[in-house]
Nanobody, 127 residues
């Protein structure tokens, strides 16, 4: 099957930087949009940034100028470089792959609408 595994979270002080990575595994043929979302305690999950297969990016206003999303299609990996971190960036960060085409048992398959999610990685920013 296909799965996403995030890494790179942790504890940082305000103003510091962290870099998140998310690797897609499985017999994958193609991935469309990939992105990062986050969920703080008591709040709904929100979009942080997305990147299309061709490289077009989209950012939440709250992270523009501070965060940079990138991807390595050959390695099926998406990154989130987070600079100038603020305490309000504290959340569990989730990786998402919107649509994944893969092979399983000799059959071409595609993930359902909404894509697949990683297990999440905690980012905590102290003031």
């Amino acid at each position: 099957q296909v799965q996403l595994v995030e890494s790179g979270g942790g504890l940082a002080q305000a103003g510091a930087s962290l870099r998140l990575s998310c690797v897609a595994s499985g017999n994958i043929l193609a991935i469309t949009d990939m992105g990062w979302f986050r969920q703080a305690p008591g709040k709904q999950r929100e979009l942080v940034a997305t990147i299309a297969n061709g490289g077009n990016t989209n950012y939440a206003d709250s992270v523009k100028g501070r965060f940079t999303i990138s991807r390595d299609n050959a390695k099926k990996t998406v990154f989130l470089q987070m600079n100038s971190l603020k305490p309000e960036d504290t959340a569990v960060y989730y990786c998402n792959a919107e649509s994944v085409t893969y092979v399983s048992g000799g059959t071409y398959l595609r993930t359902p609408k909404g894509g697949i999610w990683g297990q999440g990685t905690q980012v905590t920013v102290s003031s």
